[in-house]
């Protein structure tokens, strides 16, 4: 069975592409039956990732560059098994707008087992804030690996 992944920031042009498109990559390679996709909490719709965003992705082998951002509905969040956010903010934002997802929403690094710790925000830093904005999520990707092939 299909289990729907959900990323969620901000404004859905650095950090959750970046993570969706790593996880795609991941579970592609690994044979891992994910749908992934990422959303903003105030995000605009349609706008593409940042260029910073979709060199370090590619420096990474994965393309973000025909990603359009969405926003957070409704309809999204509970279509979804699972999802993870970037910092605790948007976490409790999600939970108090939606009580009801509390069980399926969880801070990203928690998830991957590395306690609790925010993916801050690379916008309008140079591209080595990006590179290690993408090596932090990749980590926690690695470490929630295990997980990934248990929640089957």
Known sequence: MVKKILFVCTGNTCRSPMAEGLLKKMAQES????????????????????????????????????????PLSKALALESDLILTMTVRHKEMIVRKMPELEPKVALFSEFAGAGVKDVEDPVGQPLEVYRQVLGQMEGYLQKAEDRWRIRR
């Not at 749908?35 to 995000?43: E, P």
């Open 31 to 70: 044979h891992l039956p994910l749908d992934v996709q990422s959303a903003g909490l105030a995000a605009f719709a349609g706008v593409p990732p940042t260029s910073e965003a979709v060199q370090a992705c590619r420096e990474k082998g994965t393309d973000i560059s025909g990603h359009l951002s969405q």
